[in-house]
C-alpha cells in the first residue's frame, strides 16, 4: 500500500541552527513528493517537488529536499532556520490525482 | 494572481444543523479537491472533481456528505445533520489540468467548522 510516514511529530530547534526533517515513503515505483507547510491559521503552501531527475530539489524559503530511493527517503533540509520558519511541515505522497499527508512535523524555533 | 478562497473561514453550528463550505478555485483550474484535516485523523481526502464531474468521491465519511460543482468553477461541499465527529478544518485545493499525478495542488486557508 502506498504510504508516507513521518517519525518526527515535534522538533526544536534553535534560530540559526540546520534543520532536517524526515519523510519515508511506500511505494513500487517511482514517487512523487511533495513538502508542503502549514503556518497557524494558513493554507498548505508548496515549499518543492519531485518527479524526476536530479535528486536533490531546491524550494522556496531556503528549503532543499534530497530524494533516496535506497531509503524510500525524500528529507526536507535548511542550512538555518528563521523565527518565521515555525509552522507544520507535511510530506505528501502522489501516487494518482489524490494527495497521501504524513502526519506533519511541528516545528518550533527557539529565539 | 488569486488564490484558491474559501468561506466562511469559521463556522459555528449546532448538531444537527445542515451546512454548506464553499471553494473558489483558480480560475482555469480543472480540478478541484476537498480534503479534511481532524486531530485524530489528520488529512483525508474527501472527493475530487474533473470539471463539474466527481469520478471520486471514495473519502466522503457518510451520506450527510454531499458536494457539487457548477460550471467548472465553484464548488459547495454540503454536510446534513452535522455531528460533532465532523469538527475540523475543511481544505479545497485546485490543480491546473487533468488531475493526474504530477499536478501541484494549490490549497485554499480552509473552512474551520466547530460543531457544538
Known amino acids: 500500500a502506498q504510504s508516507v510516514t513521518q517519525p518526527d511529530i515535534h522538533i526544536t530547534v534553535s534560530e540559526g541552527a540546520s534543520l532536517e526533517l524526515r519523510c519515508n515513503y511506500s511505494?513500487?515505483?517511482?514517487?512523487?513528493l511533495f513538502w508542503y507547510v502549514q503556518s497557524p491559521g494558513q493554507g498548505l503552501q508548496l515549499l518543492l517537488k519531485?518527479?524526476?531527475?536530479?535528486?536533490l530539489v531546491q524550494g522556496i524559503k531556503g528549503f532543499e529536499a534530497e530524494f533516496k530511493r535506497s531509503q524510500s527517503s525524500f528529507n526536507l533540509r535548511k542550512p538555518s532556520v528563521h523565527w518565521s520558519d515555525a509552522a507544520e511541515y507535511f510530506c505528501?505522497?502522489?501516487?494518482?490525482?489524490?494527495?497521501?499527508f504524513g502526519t506533519g512535523t511541528r516545528l518550533k524555533v527557539l529565539a | 494572481g488569486a488564490g484558491v478562497s474559501q468561506s466562511p473561514s469559521n463556522k459555528v453550528t449546532e448538531k444537527g444543523k445542515d451546512v454548506e463550505l464553499r471553494c473558489d478555485p483558480i480560475?482555469?483550474?480543472?480540478?478541484l479537491y476537498w480534503y479534511r484535516q481532524s486531530l485524530g485523523q489528520g488529512l483525508e481526502f474527501l472527493i475530487y472533481?474533473?470539471?463539474?464531474?466527481?469520478?471520486?468521491k471514495s473519502g466522503l465519511p457518510s451520506d450527510r456528505f454531499s458536494a457539487e460543482r457548477t460550471g467548472g468553477s465553484v464548488s459547495t461541499l454540503t454536510i446534513q445533520r452535522t455531528q460533532q465527529e465532523d469538527s475540523a478544518v475543511y481544505l479545497c485545493?485546485?490543480?491546473?489540468?487533468?488531475?493526474?499525478?504530477?499536478?501541484?495542488?494549490?490549497f485554499g486557508p480552509g473552512t474551520r467548522l466547530t460543531v457544538l
Open positions: 485545493a485546485s490543480s491546473l489540468s487533468s488531475g493526474g499525478y504530477t499536478d501541484t495542488q494549490y
Open positions: 519531485y518527479f524526476s531527475g536530479d535528486t
Open positions: 511505494y513500487g515505483a517511482t514517487p512523487y
Open positions: 505528501v505522497f502522489s501516487g494518482t490525482y489524490k494527495y497521501i
Open positions: 472533481f474533473q470539471g463539474n464531474s466527481a469520478p471520486d
Open positions: 480560475s482555469g483550474h480543472t480540478a
